[in-house]
């Protein structure tokens, strides 16, 4: 991380807030390699430390090993010599005492060395120095030691003496079997010359390592130090740039003897301009400024002139071409490191500064204005009773030229150059909010009325208006008389109050009686539709007895009547039974209707079927009244209805057609077209028309046009009632277009068969076979499996 850190601040720019660095050829180097020597350099002393340390350690080494083979040299050869010279001789204790003596000297001998003359018996003889110690050479020795084991014939080894201590022994026999010499040497003893050398040396490797490891802890802590002041640098310039980004302003350092400016981050964000180059030349950044507010060369020549400081507003264009205005406050800062001066500071974006002093000043035209343009007198003093503002309504109310009301004089010095208005009465005060506010109206001897308001603001000033206020007064007396005649009038309208709550109570009365009477014609004329059911079926039965007679006695099947007359009179009888019989019917069908008692049951029906069935019923009275029929159908034209009503209705329109159509050379034509999901069926004839007056009321039943003194057609008048009712039962509907004279269009709509409405037809069918089977199971009982039904 600290590597990675390190590298970063490596990258910088070239200047610190316009500071300069050194960028010589040897300095990039130099940055470029400071990462790793940060790295490398320490772990260049530790290895040099090692290997330094393992050097010594290896020469300590060699040296104490030679000098262990120097001590088993001499002590070889030492034994071998005093063997070699106490051989001849006495071989008594005290000869061999004085010859080693004299042959050695104990001064001569090196430290800790000692040479033992052994006797036959394994005890020490003589011993040089003296000794003073064990007996025997086996006490001295131990009695484990391969070398009295091996005697001379071991050479010089190393063996354990009895405190333990180590040490180097050699033993030879004398000649003759006349005892042994044994030369002893302690290995401290051997070795005590060496560790004195090898405290010295381990002193010295130990004053280098401190030298070299306190070298490498002050690079260390130089370089962590030098990190810690890049990031320190680093971080106040990003705080700067941050403070000068936020409060929109830029630094600036102008380099003068060298003609070059130093901008700040923040001043290329503010103005919108990426940075290219570390320094701006002086032509560069003049060839921003706007020309009107003068230029750099100026200023240059002023600050060369003298050492002041510079507070100046200029324009100066962003990246996007606006011009942006700029306040810059500097002053000239000597360079000690490299001479010369500069020019340091900021420039603050006032843009802001300017549009808002300019719309102050708009704002306040704008209120001069507005006040001048009111039609009261207005004045605003502050809080010292200074003139703040005023419009010409005021002066002229109290005489004073523009002069005398000039902004800033007191109230007193105003007044006593200008005329109070003079005053007839003043009324008392319509408003009063304790110091803060008041209103009262004054009439000046003119005639005219003042009203008058004053009021504190918040600043301790107070405002005061004057509103001429003599139309009001004069509206208010013409108030205060039509108050009077509202008075009268509302004592009228209280009259003619009560007269309408009397009249609303009647009419309430008459809603209750008209509700009544309603409900009473309902019920008069349900029981006219179940009367004119029940009659029509009980004339049924008799009128069918009466038609089968005719019947019988217009054939003769018992014989004949006689006369010719009678076959005439049972033909008229049996004519008249039909009509009547077909009366009763159309009565028995709007029964049905109106009683909402009929069912239909609706299918997809082809409609040219349906009118070649309608047509063929009234065929022959249009025959004999030399009618012609035509068709004119699209192919393939169906209807969903029920079929029943289907035929009802086009022959009930069909007949009124051959019925109201003159004899000779009358046309009916019967057409059939498509219009949307419904078909749309027009029946015309050139009969007699209906008048205007009667087309409203027919279609309603018992209508007719003809009334029953002057008719000159039959019927009953419930034909095209009857024709309707089903058309607007399928949820269609039946409309008339008549001239008196030139005949009538009966336009019918029913609806097509779409898959929707087939669906709902079907399901409506499964409906009702589920309830009639349910009503069919609740009625009849049920029987036994094996259980006979009654005949």
Same mark, same amino acid.
């Given at each position: 991380?600290?590597?990675?850190?390190?590298?970063?601040?490596?990258?910088?720019?070239?200047?610190?807030?316009?500071?300069?660095?050194?960028?010589?050829?040897?300095?990039?180097?130099?940055?470029?390699?400071?990462?790793?020597?940060?790295?490398?350099?320490?772990?260049?002393?530790?290895?040099?430390?090692?290997?330094?340390?393992?050097?010594?350690?290896?020469?300590?080494?060699?040296?104490?090993?030679?000098?262990?083979?120097?001590?088993?040299?001499?002590?070889?050869?030492?034994?071998?010599?005093?063997?070699?010279?106490?051989?001849?001789?006495?071989?008594?204790?005290?000869?061999?005492?004085?010859?080693?003596?004299?042959?050695?000297?104990?001064?001569?001998?090196?430290?800790?060395?000692?040479?033992?003359?052994?006797?036959?018996?394994?005890?020490?003889?003589?011993?040089?120095?003296?000794?003073?110690?064990?007996?025997?050479?086996?006490?001295?020795?131990?009695?484990?030691?391969?070398?009295?084991?091996?005697?001379?014939?071991?050479?010089?080894?190393?063996?354990?003496?009895?405190?333990?201590?180590?040490?180097?022994?050699?033993?030879?026999? *004398?000649?003759?079997?006349?005892?042994?010499?044994?030369?002893?040497?302690?290995?401290?003893?051997?070795?005590?010359?060496?560790?004195?050398?090898?405290?010295?040396?381990?002193?010295?490797?130990?004053?280098?390592?401190?030298?070299?490891?306190?070298?490498?802890?002050? %690079?260390?802590?130089?370089?962590?130090?030098?990190?810690?002041?890049?990031?320190?640098?680093?971080?106040?310039?990003?705080?700067?740039?941050?403070?000068?980004?936020?409060?929109?302003?830029?630094?600036?350092?102008?380099?003068?003897?060298?003609?070059?400016? %130093?901008?700040?981050?923040?001043?290329?964000?503010?103005?919108?301009?990426?940075?290219?180059?570390?320094?701006?030349?002086?032509?560069?950044?003049?060839?921003?400024?706007?020309?009107?507010?003068?230029?750099?060369?100026?200023?240059?020549?002023?600050?060369?002139?003298?050492?002041?400081?510079?507070?100046?507003?200029?324009?100066?264009?962003?990246?996007?071409?606006?011009?942006?205005?700029?306040?810059?406050?500097?002053?000239?800062?000597?360079?000690?490191?490299?001479?010369?001066?500069?020019?340091?500071?900021?420039?603050?974006?006032?843009?802001?500064?300017?549009?808002?002093?300019?719309?102050?000043?708009?704002?306040?035209?704008?209120?001069?204005?507005?006040?001048?343009?009111?039609?009261?007198?207005?004045?605003?003093?502050?809080?010292?009773?200074?003139?703040?503002?005023?419009?010409?309504?005021?002066?002229?109310?109290?005489?004073?030229?523009?002069?005398?009301?000039?902004?800033?004089?007191?109230?007193?010095?105003?007044?006593?150059?200008?005329?109070?208005?003079?005053?007839?009465?003043?009324?008392?005060?319509?408003?009063?909010?304790?110091?803060?506010?008041?209103?009262?109206?004054?009439?000046?001897?003119?005639?005219?009325?003042?009203?008058?308001?004053?009021?504190?603001?918040?600043?301790?000033?107070?405002?005061?208006?004057?509103?001429?206020?003599?139309?009001?007064?004069?509206?208010?007396?013409?108030?205060?008389?039509?108050?009077?005649?509202?008075?009268?009038?509302?004592?009228?309208?209280?009259?003619?109050?009560?007269?309408?709550?009397?009249?609303?109570?009647?009419?309430?009365?008459?809603?209750?009686? %008209?509700?009544?009477?309603?409900?009473?014609?309902?019920?008069?004329?349900?029981?006219?539709?179940?009367?004119?059911?029940?009659?029509?079926?009980?004339?049924?039965?008799?009128?069918?007895?009466?038609?089968?007679?005719?019947?019988?006695?217009?054939?003769?099947?018992?014989?004949?009547?006689?006369?010719?007359?009678?076959?005439?009179?049972?033909?008229?009888?049996?004519?008249?039974?039909?009509?009547?019989?077909?009366?009763?019917?159309?009565?028995?069908?709007?029964?049905?209707?109106?009683?909402?008692?009929?069912?239909?049951?609706?299918?997809?029906?082809?409609?040219?079927?349906?009118?070649?069935?309608?047509?063929?019923?009234?065929?022959?009275?249009?025959?004999?009244?030399?009618?012609?029929?035509?068709?004119?159908?699209?192919?393939?034209?169906?209807?969903?209805?029920?079929?029943?009503?289907?035929?009802?209705?086009?022959?009930?329109?069909?007949?009124?057609?051959?019925?109201?159509?003159?004899?000779?050379?009358?046309?009916?034509?019967?057409?059939?077209?498509?219009?949307?999901?419904?078909?749309?069926?027009?029946?015309?004839?050139?009969?007699?028309?209906?008048?205007?007056?009667?087309?409203?009321?027919?279609?309603?039943?018992?209508?007719?046009?003809?009334?029953?003194?002057?008719?000159?057609?039959?019927?009953?008048?419930?034909?095209?009632?009857?024709?309707?009712?089903?058309?607007?039962?399928?949820?269609?509907?039946?409309?008339?277009?008549?001239?008196?004279?030139?005949?009538?269009?009966?336009?019918?709509?029913?609806?097509?068969?779409?898959?929707?409405? *087939?669906?709902?037809?079907?399901?409506?069918?499964?409906?009702?076979?589920?309830?009639?089977?349910?009503?069919?199971?609740?009625?009849?009982?049920?029987?036994?499996?094996?259980?006979?039904?009654?005949?």
């Amino acid at each position: 991380m600290l590597e990675a850190d390190s590298a970063s601040l490596s990258a910088r720019a070239d200047t610190i807030l316009g500071i300069h660095r050194p960028q010589t050829t040897t300095h990039i180097r130099f940055v470029r390699a400071e990462t790793w020597l940060r790295v490398a350099l320490p772990a260049l002393l530790a290895a040099f430390l090692a290997c330094l340390a393992t050097v010594e350690c290896l020469h300590l080494n060699a040296q104490r090993q030679d000098t262990l083979g120097r001590a088993v040299t001499e002590i070889d050869a030492l034994t071998r010599l005093v063997a070699a010279s106490l051989g001849q001789g006495d071989t008594d204790e005290a000869a061999m005492k004085g010859r080693l003596a004299a042959l050695l000297p104990p001064h001569l001998l090196p430290l800790g060395r000692q040479i033992l003359i052994i006797g036959t018996d394994d005890s020490i003889v003589a011993s040089a120095p003296p000794w003073a110690g064990s007996r025997t050479l086996t006490e001295h020795l131990g009695e484990m030691q391969a070398l009295t084991t091996l005697g001379e014939r071991a050479g010089v080894m190393t063996v354990d003496l009895a405190d333990r201590a180590p040490a180097l022994a050699a033993l030879r026999s *004398l000649p003759n079997g006349r005892g042994q010499v044994a030369v002893l040497q302690p290995i401290a003893a051997v070795t005590a010359t060496w560790n004195a050398r090898m405290r010295n040396h381990v002193i010295l490797l130990g004053a280098a390592a401190l030298v070299i490891v306190g070298t490498g802890i002050a %690079y260390v802590l130089q370089t962590r130090r030098a990190y810690a002041v890049d990031r320190v640098c680093e971080q106040i310039k990003q705080r700067l740039d941050t403070a000068l980004g936020r409060g929109r302003c830029g630094l600036w350092d102008w380099d003068i003897p060298r003609g070059r400016i %130093y901008w700040s981050d923040s001043m290329y964000a503010l103005l919108g301009y990426r940075r290219e180059r570390e320094f701006l030349s002086f032509g560069d950044v003049n060839a921003l400024v706007h020309p009107d507010d003068g230029d750099l060369y100026s200023l240059a020549r002023h600050l060369a002139a003298s050492q002041s400081t510079v507070d100046h507003e200029f324009r100066i264009r962003s990246a996007s071409g606006v011009w942006t205005w700029m306040r810059m406050r500097a002053e000239i800062v000597p360079d000690t490191v490299a001479g010369g001066r500069h020019l340091v500071g900021i420039a603050l974006d006032v843009t802001e500064q300017r549009n808002l002093a300019e719309l102050n000043a708009t704002a306040d035209m704008r209120l001069r204005d507005a006040v001048e343009a009111i039609s009261e007198a207005f004045v605003l003093w502050d809080t010292g009773n200074r003139l703040v503002l005023c419009n010409s309504k005021f002066r002229d109310l109290h005489a004073l030229s523009h002069e005398d009301a000039v902004p800033g004089r007191r109230y007193a010095e105003i007044m006593g150059r200008g005329v109070l208005p003079p005053i007839r009465r003043e009324m008392r005060e319509l408003e009063h909010s304790g110091a803060t506010a008041r209103t009262f109206e004054a009439e000046l001897t003119d005639g005219r009325w003042l009203q008058i308001s004053e009021r504190r603001t918040k600043d301790g000033g107070y405002v005061s208006v004057g509103t001429d206020i003599t139309s009001l007064k004069r509206h208010q007396e013409q108030l205060v008389a039509s108050e009077r005649e509202l008075i009268a009038t509302v004592k009228d309208l209280k009259r003619s109050r009560r007269t309408l709550e009397l009249q609303t109570q009647q009419l309430a009365d008459l809603a209750e009686r %008209y509700l009544d009477q309603k409900a009473q014609a309902e019920t008069a004329n349900q029981a006219k539709s179940e009367f004119l059911a029940n009659m029509s079926h009980e004339l049924r039965t008799p009128l069918n007895a009466i038609m089968g007679f005719a019947e019988l006695m217009e054939t003769g099947v018992y014989g004949a009547l006689g006369s010719s007359r009678y076959t005439d009179y049972c033909q008229d009888i049996r004519a008249s039974g039909d009509y009547l019989l077909s009366v009763i019917d159309d009565i028995l069908n709007m029964s049905r209707i109106e009683s909402h008692r009929v069912k239909l049951v609706r299918r997809e029906i082809g409609l040219p079927g349906a009118i070649e069935a309608a047509l063929k019923l009234v065929a022959e009275p249009a025959r004999a009244k030399s009618l012609s029929i035509h068709v004119d159908l699209v192919e393939g034209l169906s209807v969903l209805a029920d079929e029943r009503a289907l035929h009802q209705i086009l022959l009930n329109l069909v007949q009124n057609a051959v019925k109201f159509t003159p004899e000779g050379d009358g046309r009916i034509v019967v057409k059939a077209r498509p219009m949307g999901d419904a078909v749309n069926i027009f029946i015309e004839d050139t009969g007699i028309g209906i008048p205007k007056s009667a087309l409203r009321r027919l279609g309603a039943p018992f209508q007719q046009v003809e009334t029953n003194l002057t008719r000159t057609y039959k019927g009953s008048g419930l034909g095209l009632a009857i024709a309707r009712s089903m058309a607007e039962l399928h949820g269609g509907s039946l409309r008339l277009r008549s001239q008196e004279g030139l005949g009538t269009i009966v336009f019918v709509r029913l609806p097509m068969p779409t898959p929707e409405r *087939l669906r709902d037809v079907a399901f409506e069918a499964s409906q009702e076979t589920v309830a009639s089977l349910r009503d069919a199971a609740g009625a009849t009982p049920r029987r036994g499996w094996m259980e006979p039904a009654a005949s």
